[in-house]
T-cell receptor, first 116, second 104 residues
Framework: EAGVTQFPSHSVIEKGQTVTLRCDPI?????LYWYRRVMGKEIKFLLH????????ESGMPNNRFLAERTGGTYSTLKVQPAELEDSGVYFC??????????????FGSGTRLTVV | KNEVEQSPQNLTAQEGEFITINCSYS?????LHWLQQHPGGGIVSLFM???GKKKHGRLIATINIQEKHSSLHITASHPRDSAVYIC??????FGEGTQLTVNP
């Protein structure tokens, strides 16, 4: 079974530009999560999709971040315009169901975003 | 103060030593995960716990729901165990991680 795939693996962009990160969950996993780890800090939850619906987006930092999951398959996370503090590693994870207590989840390798 | 606290932050051990990493949390819990992140690599989920104890190879994870505490133990540690170990509560709140270095 293919794992959770994220791309690009690395992205370097200038402040003010737009970047779109993509996550392909494990096939059949309805639940998709986005997380971010800023240098030196703990991983922070961004949002949770159940199929194409946003179940919980309480962790989204501001309206420069837009996540979509059209069709309930892959998801994109767009940052527009990017700021220096957006630099970090963005992780995606997917799970077959909820609650996580019953299902657990699988992480992707992450996208390292550097805003210069 | 973080809602999920890990200790120690850094740990250096000699190959073969028994290692314990601790996680205390103050938030509500449905499940606690122990994750492993290698340098430059992705994150691997090691354990998911909602009660008791789990064992996988040389790794053992325990959780005490009443005390809001979990531990990850590594027996007979090996240099390939060197990584960051992260405690995550209910998929929402993460500890800062423990950097483990096992020297040969």
């Amino acid at each position: 079974e293919a794992g959770v795939t994220q791309f690009p693996s690395h992205s370097v962009i200038e402040k003010g530009q737009t970047v779109t990160l993509r996550c392909d969950p494990i096939s059949g996993h309805d639940n998709l999560y986005w997380y971010r780890r800023v240098m030196g800090k703990e991983i922070k939850f961004l949002l949770h999709f159940v199929k194409e619906s946003k179940q919980d987006e309480s962790g989204m930092p501001n309206n420069r971040f837009l996540a979509e999951r059209t069709g309930g398959t892959y998801s994109t996370l767009k940052v527009q315009p990017a700021e220096l503090e957006d630099s970090g590693v963005y992780f995606c994870a997917s799970s077959q169901g909820t609650p996580l207590a019953n299902y657990g989840y699988t992480f992707g390798s992450g996208t390292r975003l550097t805003v210069v | 103060k973080n809602e999920v606290e890990q200790s120690p932050q850094n740990l250096t051990a000699q190959e073969g030593e028994f290692i314990t990493i601790n996680c205390s949390y103050s938030v509500g819990i449905s499940a606690l995960h122990w994750l492993q992140q290698h340098p430059g690599g992705g994150i691997v989920s090691l354990f998911m716990l909602s009660s008791g104890k789990k064992k996988h190879g040389r790794l053992i994870a325990t959780i005490n729901i009443q005390e809001k505490h979990s531990s990850l133990h590594i027996t007979a540690s090996h240099p390939r165990d060197s990584a960051v170990y992260i405690c995550a509560v209910s998929g929402l709140t993460f500890g800062e991680g423990t950097q483990l270095t096992v020297n040969p």
